[in-house]
C-alpha cells in the first residue's frame, strides 16, 4: 500500500486540526483559577484593621486574579490549611467574569448555608447546604456534613457570590473561569469536524 502526495496533505491537515483544538483546549482550562488559600499566611495580618489573634480580613488580596471579599470574610488557619469564614460574607469578580463557579461550603456550627449567585442579567441562583436550622423542629433539618460542593453556572456571567445563614459559613477550593466540554464532548466534536472534512475531500 502507497500514499500519494495528496494523502499526505489530508494527513497533514487533519493533525492541524486537532492541534489547533487542544490549544483551545488549553486556553480554556487557562482561564480557570482554583484558590485554597494556603498562599495567604494569617501573620500577616495581624496588625490589620479590624484583625485580632485569630480573625484576618480579607478585601483585595487576590485582585489580580478578579476576585474581592467583602462584608466580614475572615481568613481562618494555619499551618497552611486555610479557609475563608464568617458570619455572612460576599466576594464578587472584576474584569473577565466566569461562567462556572464552584466551592466547598460548610459550617463550624453545623448550620446550614445559604449560597447566592448574582448574575450580570439580574439572574439569581439559591442553593442550601445541608444542616441544623435553629429554633425549628429536627424535621425541618436535615443531618449536617461538611465540606459541602456547591457550584454555580450562567452563561452569561457570575458578579457575585452572597454566603448567610443562622451562625458562620465557610469556604475552602474556590475555583472559577469559563465552562470548559467534558472531554468526551470534544472528542465528539473533532471526530465530526474530521467526518466533514474527509466528506469535503471525496466530493
Request: contains cysteine.
Amino acid at each position: 500500500m502507497t500514499c500519494s502526495l495528496s494523502d499526505f496533505s489530508v494527513y497533514r491537515n487533519i493533525i492541524h486540526v486537532f492541534l489547533l483544538l487542544l490549544l483551545t483546549v488549553a486556553v480554556g482550562r487557562a482561564q480557570a483559577i482554583t484558590i485554597n488559600f494556603d498562599d495567604l499566611n494569617p501573620e500577616d495580618f495581624i496588625n490589620a484593621e479590624g484583625s485580632d489573634d485569630w480573625l484576618f480580613p480579607l478585601s483585595n488580596e487576590y485582585e489580580s486574579v478578579g476576585l474581592i471579599f467583602q462584608d466580614n470574610a475572615y481568613l481562618i488557619g494555619g499551618g497552611g490549611n486555610n479557609f475563608v469564614n464568617g458570619p455572612g460574607f460576599s466576594f464578587r469578580f472584576i474584569g473577565n467574569l466566569p461562567t462556572y463557579v464552584s466551592m466547598y461550603v460548610g459550617s463550624s456550627v453545623g448550620y446550614k448555608v445559604g449560597v447566592d449567585a448574582f448574575g450580570v442579567n439580574g439572574d439569581r441562583d439559591h442553593k442550601v447546604t445541608d444542616g441544623a436550622i435553629h429554633g425549628m423542629t429536627d424535621e425541618e433539618s436535615t443531618p449536617y456534613r461538611d465540606n459541602q460542593f456547591v457550584s454555580f453556572y450562567m452563561p452569561e456571567g457570575i458578579f457575585k457570590i452572597h454566603l448567610s445563614g443562622q451562625g458562620d459559613a465557610y469556604i475552602d477550593n474556590l475555583y472559577f473561569g469559563a465552562e470548559v466540554p467534558e472531554p468526551g464532548s470534544w472528542i465528539l466534536f473533532c471526530f465530526g469536524l474530521l467526518a466533514i472534512y474527509l466528506k469535503r475531500k471525496t466530493i
